[in-house]
């Protein structure tokens, strides 16, 4: 009876151990991704005239700038709800929209494939 009862109790301190370790192991790597640098695919798009225009209830805005990260503060972006002037003279008729020289090359979520298509950027 005692046997049983140390190799249940082995059993369960093994299994807590391997739990723990593969929990330790899982937020090491997690954390040790780190958010991709994109500076300078955001400064080469503005440099190379590309305009954002979208809204702050757009969900998908809000998509397209966390593929940027911290680094969508470089994009030339144009909030609709507060220039809406601006978006209409461009002819923007839905969010998110990418246009460049006050034409519109692209509507909807676009990948940094397209954008570097649209706008001759190297990707990082």
Not at 4 to 9: A, G, L, P
Given at each position: ?124
């Amino acid at each position: 009876m005692k046997k049983i009862k140390k190799k249940y109790w082995v059993g369960i301190v093994s299994l807590v151990a391997v739990s723990a370790l593969v929990a330790v192991l899982v937020m090491t790597f997690a954390g040790a991704q780190e958010e991709a640098d994109y500076s300078g695919f955001a400064k080469c798009l503005t440099d190379n005239g590309l305009v954002f225009y979208g809204t702050d209830w757009c969900g998908h805005c809000q998509d397209q700038k966390e593929m940027f990260g911290k680094d969508i503060d470089l994009i030339d972006f144009v909030n609709c709800d507060f220039e809406w002037g601006t978006c209409t003279d461009a002819g923007v008729r839905g969010y998110p929209t990418w246009g460049e020289d006050g034409k519109i090359i692209a509507i909807g979520t676009q990948s940094f494939q397209n954008l570097a298509d649209f706008s001759g950027c190297e990707l990082p």
